[in-house]
């Protein structure tokens, strides 16, 4: 499958969070102790960028993303939302940093 270089993972700090727009989909890429993760960047919910959300620290047990609109919080490794009111979950998306040290989005 073709990837897309989104930007240098020197740009995503640590327990931090951005959104890329391949092909003009919302992508939310997060850092979480050097462990790089893609999920759909929208809660299922109702319209809100994730970007803006609450990363889980890496000492957590499972990898998050919380929405800052009504506090559901996402499991970033499966896309379930683990607590209300979302009930959909994201899509996960495959990403990988390349030799170069950049983060790179497989296309679908």
Do not use: Q
Not at 31 to 55: I, K, S
Not at 71 to 99: C, I, Q
């Amino acid at each position: 499958m073709p990837s897309e270089r989104l930007f240098p993972a020197s740009e995503l700090p640590d327990g931090t969070a951005r959104l890329a727009w391949p092909n003009g989909k919302a992508i939310l890429v997060v850092n979480r102790g050097g462990t790089f993760y893609a999920v759909d960047g929208v809660c299922t919910h109702e319209y809100c960028e994730l970007d803006r959300g609450f990363v889980a620290p890496a000492g957590a047990v499972t990898p998050t993303i919380t929405c800052p609109l009504h506090l559901s919080r996402f499991d970033l490794l499966t896309g379930a939302p683990l607590d209300p009111p979302a009930e959909e979950p994201l899509t996960v998306h495959t990403v990988s940093v390349d030799a170069e040290g950049w983060v790179l989005l497989e296309l679908a």
